[in-house]
């Protein structure tokens, strides 16, 4: 089993960045492969990144592609998602999650740990 607790959200101007953290603890970090999705009120739960258990590949929804960059340091057993370039339409509240799994999934069903998730306000 694995823990997960987000920081690094908070409230910004469109055009701004922020980075997100996702500290684990507990079962080996390196056994999972990680990913964040995002949730605003009244939407379903998105995909917004994924990264292999390495490092090695990454997947990026069309939304925020060319502005999010996911990244892990398993040495530090954490997962970063910078995020560039704000919108608006970014503000939600955004989960890490732990799939003890291979392929990297896009979809949350697949996904068998959540952090508490972190609240993201971009303003316009």
């Known amino acids: 089993q694995v823990q997960l607790v987000e920081s690094g959200g908070g409230l910004v101007q469109a055009g701004g960045s922020l980075r997100l953290s996702c500290a684990a603890s507990?079962?080996?970090?390196?056994?999972?492969?990680m990913g964040w999705f995002r949730q605003a009120p009244g939407k379903e739960r998105e995909f917004v990144s994924a990264?292999?258990?390495?490092?090695?590949?990454?997947d990026t929804a069309d939304s925020v592609k060319g502005r999010f960059t996911i990244s892990r340091d398993n040495a530090k057993n954490t997962v970063y998602l910078q995020m560039n370039s704000l919108k608006p339409e970014d503000t939600a509240v955004y989960y890490c999650?732990?799939?003890?799994?291979?392929?990297?999934?896009?979809?949350?069903?697949?996904?068998?740990?959540w952090g508490q998730g972190t609240q993201v306000t971009v303003s316009s």
């Open positions: 999650a732990a799939d003890l799994g291979v392929v990297v999934h896009t979809t949350p069903d697949k996904y068998d740990y």
């Open positions: 507990g079962r080996t970090f390196s056994s999972y492969v």
């Open positions: 990264i292999s258990r390495r490092g090695g590949s990454t």
